[in-house]
């Protein structure tokens, strides 16, 4: 079943009640929700754009961006989201690895995907800016506003989310209609959603996190969203008495408990607090339940298989593990062959209908991480305790997660790299009070080379997403190296460790 047609089965019953509200307080109801998605998803068919075919956005959180890729799944396509962070060279490789026939970028950036266009199958460019305008927003007013959601099966491609890769090449995960529709119930029902919730939605809405977890949900349930830009402390302190629920990544936790103002008081009414994306830590949990009376419930997903596992709605939530198997997901620790017992670390594996159907265009790939007996190989380690939680105790793909965004080392070294006067470089991960962790980059120079920390900055950040850019460079006379000649990671991130922030 098409996913869209599934999450609004009930909308004919809600047609008048409030799906999303905007930070300046503007409404949407659940029929403009049908009747927006139905413009994008006919003015897209018009273009003759196909099941399958795909559509990019690299677009300002807006309630317009939700409605393309609400009214692209309507239409059987499979939406492209792009982190607002990247740059041309990673936009350029993007788009010519995916070939979407329709391309929708936020207008200062509309030359520079005109020059990238020429060498990736010409896509039809559209613009839309941060308040809904642009030439999206006037090709979709006058589109008709009724359209007959195209038929897909649960196989079918629907969304493509590309995530770095430990080679610094990234991948596009093929997520389909089977897969957010299963996973969205799931969730609702896992954490009670129902038509009296309100949740704080003030994540991107390029990653699953955002896009998929903070609303498939809501829809199903016909339950309402604040709608913000982006995390404010702030603006949330002055939302949250008008919600019932929120998700975030640990980042957000941290700073709302920055603020004097968030007390027990303020958020008594609330029903729930979702972490994910990356690891909360005991401090904050621990803090969170003191100052607020509230123990957020931790889970753990992952772009290639949406939500994994969660800590109980009823039940003990404990800190420091990601809870249990949600229903219909099965996951498996494993060394080598070898089943782990309680207490056992391991690599976990997960296999459900949540499971992504593969890497884009990369079948060899897609064989190396999926087992002989047809489980995901997360590159997670993980290790369950005798009760059934699961704790993500270390990762075995060279990852960094700053602030709930992915970095693999690679790909900045290999920009440092490219810089006249560095020899080498290694890119690790180091404890960060804001972002839990930040990248940092450690440099040996070429004889004689003058460069110094801010060059190598300004370089990256000429380059590639600014959130992967490091928040310090350490220069050293050479890297140690094991007996293999590996570089020792371990060894360098606990030299650079108190010299970051
Ligand atoms: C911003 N900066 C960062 C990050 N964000 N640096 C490191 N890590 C970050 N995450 C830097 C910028 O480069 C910039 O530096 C400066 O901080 C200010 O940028 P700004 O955009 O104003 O920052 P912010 O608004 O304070 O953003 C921080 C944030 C944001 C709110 C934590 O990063 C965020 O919303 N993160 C959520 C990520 C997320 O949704 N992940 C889900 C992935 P300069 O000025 O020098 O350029 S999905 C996933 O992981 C799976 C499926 C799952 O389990 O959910
Ligand atoms: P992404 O590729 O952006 O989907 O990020 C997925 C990765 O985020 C997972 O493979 C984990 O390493 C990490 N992750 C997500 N949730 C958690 C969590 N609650 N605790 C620790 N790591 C997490």
Known sequence: MNAYAFFTRDLAARREAVFLETESGRCYTYADLDRETARVASLLTNLGLAKGDRVAAQVEKSPAALFLYLGALRAGLAYLPLNTAYQRGELGYFLKDAEPRVVVCRPEMLETFAALAHESG???LYTLDERGGGSLAEAVAAAPDRFETVATSDADLAVIIYTSGTTGRSKGAMVTHGN??????????YWRFTERDVLLHMLPIFHVHGLFVAVHPILLAGAKLLFHAKFDARAALAALPRASAMMGVPTFYVRLLAEPGFDRRLVAHMRLFVSGSAPLLLDT????QSRTGHTILERYGMSEAGMITSN?????????TVGFPLPGVSVRVRDGERECGPGEAGGIEIRGANVFAGYWRMPEKTREEFTADGWFKTGDVGQWSADGYLSIVGRAKDLIISGGYN????EIELVI???????????????HPDFGEAVAAIVVKTQGATIDEAAVIAHVKSQIAN???????????????????KVRKNVLREQVAQRVP
């Open 417 to 431: 790299d490219a810089l006249p006067g560095v020899a080498e470089s290694a890119v690790v991960g180091v404890p």
């Open 467 to 485: 959130y992967k850019v490091p928040k310090r460079v350490v220069f050293v006379a050479e890297l140690p190296r094991n007996a293999m000649g």
């Open 407 to 410: 970095v693999y080392p690679k």
């Open 122 to 124: 010409d896509p039809k």
């Open 312 to 320: 109980p709605y009823e039940g003990e939530r404990r800190g420091g």
């Open 180 to 189: 957010i529709a299963s996973n969205g119930e799931v969730l609702r029902d």
């Open 285 to 288: 949990f621990a803090e969170f």
